[in-house]
């Protein structure tokens, strides 16, 4: 069984993810904002021969911030697990779909890597290399949008007088959700706002998920600390009245 302090540790390792993320991409490799998808072949590849050093150790660094996605995910099916029950069928498709976010951070980041890796690459070849990286990168939305639906659904379904999330936060999730919808169109076009570095399917996408990942964290943070509280109460209790500790699941 989780405990606690086993709780905090992944909810602090998976927020962990932002600020290495950030440095990795946007400092370092200078992906933020992202190169228009209407730069010639000849454009891309100069962007990534000019750039080669910082592109490969800003890649570096986001691919190694993306598995700190594990502890965030764990936690949220935790959480789930709570509201839900331990078998709970969401929680494992929240469990599932979270895992797979983390593989659409870490292999378009590695084709990235590979178009850096040779300098003699063909100015196509660079293009085609950077296309097949930017466009599931911020066009394979549905697996957010289904860990925020699910939770959303787990949030409204717990009916207790005090739930462990509050309902508002479904509706965040909800709204979360359609906020990074927009970037599943960038497959269509190569300019405007739902291109992948357009301002709904880039930005909003990006500022969506920021928030998603901030509120929730504080969220269970404080949720963990509830929980944690009442039972340092029942244990206070049972003690008093030298009965046994209920666990988790029995409460």
Avoid: K
Avoid at 147 to 163: E, K, L, Y
């Amino acid at each position: 069984m989780m405990t606690e302090r086993q709780q905090r540790v992944c909810i602090w390792g998976g927020i962990t993810f932002a600020p290495l993320f950030f440095v990795g991409f946007w400092l370092l490799a200078g992906f933020i904002p992202p190169p228009a998808p209407g730069m010639s072949a000849e454009a891309v590849a100069r962007m990534f021969a000019e750039h080669r050093g910082r592109i490969r150790a800003g890649l570096w660094v986001a691919t190694a911030a993306a598995p700190f996605l594990a502890f965030f995910v764990a936690a949220l099916t935790h959480q789930i697990r709570r509201i839900a029950g331990s078998d709970s069928p969401l929680a494992t498709a929240q469990l599932i779909a979270g895992s797979c976010l983390i593989l659409e951070f870490i292999f378009p980041q590695l084709v990235w890597q590979t178009a850096a890796y040779r300098a003699e690459r063909s100015p196509e070849t660079v293009q085609m290399l950077n296309d097949l990286a930017w466009l599931p990168y911020v066009g394979v939305v549905g697996t957010a949008m289904v860990q925020m639906a699910i939770i959303a659904i787990v949030v409204f379904s717990d009916r207790r007088p005090q739930p462990l999330l509050p309902r508002w936060s479904a509706y965040l999730n909800i709204w979360t959700a359609l906020g990074v919808a927009p970037g599943s169109f960038v497959v269509f076009v190569h300019g405007g706002p739902v291109a992948w570095n357009g301002i709904l399917a880039w930005w909003l996408l990006c500022v969506s998920f920021f928030i998603w990942m901030v509120t929730m964290t504080w969220l269970m943070l404080r949720a963990s600390r509830r929980a944690e509280r009442s039972a340092t109460d029942v244990s206070a209790v049972a003690a008093a009245s030298g009965q046994a500790v209920p666990s988790e699941a029995s409460r």
